[in-house]
């Protein structure tokens, strides 16, 4: 099982990046995809989510608007379209697959498999 966070880098606020997961090693079809992030000195928190049944999709408040979450099973991938970025939107984000084709929730503790992360820095 893999799942391979990419896309993220450093960018002024305002701005955009677009997150990709890539996922291999198991049912894509039968898993929900969530995006997460974690701060320097913060815990870990949900940021999006997507199911695979029919597309449903969460967003954290401090998102919505501005992020969106979007996925390709023909491909295996999900994305994460960041725009008008903010300097607290800087983390690590990663990508995780939580079992369930109607499954919406950012718990971390439903989630079974995670990527590595990639760093998103925003300044100011």
């Known amino acids: 099982v893999q799942l391979q966070a990419s896309g993220g880098g450093l960018v002024q606020a305002g701005g955009s990046l677009r997150l990709s997961c890539a996922a291999s090693?198991?049912?894509?079809?039968?898993?929900?995809i969530g995006w997460f992030r974690q701060a320097p000195g913060k815990e870990r928190e949900g940021v999006s989510c997507?199911?695979?049944?029919?597309?449903?999709?969460y967003y954290a408040d401090s998102v919505k608007g501005r992020f969106t979450i979007s996925r390709d099973n023909a491909k295996n991938m999900v994305y994460l379209q960041m725009n008008s970025l903010k300097p607290e939107d800087t983390a690590v984000y990663y990508c995780?697959?939580?079992?369930?084709?109607?499954?919406?929730?950012?718990?971390?503790?439903?989630?079974?498999?995670w990527g590595q992360g990639t760093q998103v820095t925003v300044s100011s």
């Open positions: 090693g198991f049912t894509f079809d039968d898993f929900a």
């Open positions: 997507i199911n695979s049944s029919d597309g449903s999709t």
């Open positions: 995780a697959a939580a079992y369930g084709d109607e499954v919406i929730t950012t718990n971390i503790w439903m989630y079974s498999y």
